[in-house]
């Protein structure tokens, strides 16, 4: 999918609300992108968080949410050695979900990634490649986003963030059920569930 088209499902989902950016700007920020395979318009935190683009997501018509405990989202930032450009829109390419890490840990799985050539997706990066294919979210078949932790002193708070699919209870409310939802897990427990998205690589900006 050309990065034009990809930034046209990205306006039609709702950024330039969000972003309070019209769509020339944001047009601008793609214009020296190259067309490249496999890739996805990553949305950087400097022009959306993922508190704010997690609404724009959509399951079965409803919109995404972030978990009602999660109050420092905004805290979670890439950790290190993780290469993201420093501009408001960039190309991360060779996404998988990571569904063969499936009822592993984040901690037993960010060392195999690593070892393979790969990187943890971020949080925003998660909900980036949602809002491209929205079907990468299935019953069962979800994602973390190891990508992303939150710093506390000199060491990791024991959450990272992951994005799957509500079932209506708990503090979700009936009415979320079946929508897209960005909360976390405990970076030493394992999920059936949940695999762990990754990259390649990410464009160097331009």
């Not at 950087?44 to 704010?52: F, N, S, Y």
């Not at 070892?115 to 294919?133: A, C, F, H, K, Y």
């Amino acid at each position: 999918m050309s990065v034009s088209h990809q930034l046209d499902r990205l306006l039609d989902a709702g950024l330039a609300d969000v972003t309070g950016r019209s769509p020339a700007e944001l047009a601008t920020y793609v214009a020296a992108l190259p067309d490249e395979p496999d890739s996805v318009l990553a949305v950087h935190p400097m022009l959306a968080t993922a508190r704010q683009l997690a609404p724009l997501l959509r399951h079965h018509d409803k919109p995404g949410f972030v978990v009602d405990d999660m109050i420092d989202l905004e805290e979670f930032v890439p950790i290190d050695g993780l290469d993201r450009p420093d501009r408001p829109l960039y190309l991360v390419h060779d996404l998988d979900r990571g569904d063969e890490m499936r009822n592993w840990s984040p901690n037993e799985a960010l060392p195999a990634l690593l070892d393979r050539g790969r990187t943890p997706l971020t949080v925003n990066e998660g909900i980036s490649w949602l809002l491209q294919e929205p079907k990468i979210l299935e019953p069962n078949h979800c994602f973390m986003t190891i990508g992303s932790r939150k710093p506390t002193g000199g060491t990791l708070d024991a959450r990272t963030p992951a994005i799957w699919i509500s079932g209506g209870t708990g503090r979700d409310g009936v009415t979320r059920r079946k929508a897209p939802k960005v909360g976390w897990c405990w970076a030493g427990n394992r999920h059936t569930w949940l695999g762990f998205a990754s990259a390649h690589h990410r464009t160097p900006t331009a």
